[in-house]
């Protein structure tokens, strides 16, 4: 449940953290970053979500590693359901 979602683009993530930070917090306050990718025939839309707690003291470089993780963990789920097999 969104109460307060703002879109921010990709070049500004210190700034939608410190966005983060002032609101309510709650295990589903985090960033969320939306990609589309395939996954074996399909094609993905990839939604993963890091909460707020993942993300501090991380460098945008690593909180970008950590959606790619969750992008890949998405694809794998999706293949898995399918049964189709990773390239």
């Known amino acids: 449940m969104c109460y307060d979602a703002k879109d921010f683009p990709i070049d500004q993530m ?3 953290v410190e966005y983060l930070k002032t609101q ?3 295990p589903y306050t ?3 970053a939306t ?3 395939t996954a ?3 094609k993905l839309l990839a939604q993963p ?3 707020l707690d993942q993300i501090l003291g991380k460098t945008p470089g690593e909180v970008w590693d950590a959606f790619d993780a969750g992008v890949d963990r998405w694809r794998k789920s999706l293949m898995r359901a399918t049964g189709e097999r990773m390239p």
């Open 14 to 16: 210190r700034e939608a």
């Open 24 to 26: 309510r917090q709650t």
């Open 30 to 32: 985090g960033l969320q």
């Open 35 to 37: 990609t589309s990718t």
């Open 40 to 42: 074996g025939s399909y």
């Open 49 to 51: 979500i890091l909460p």
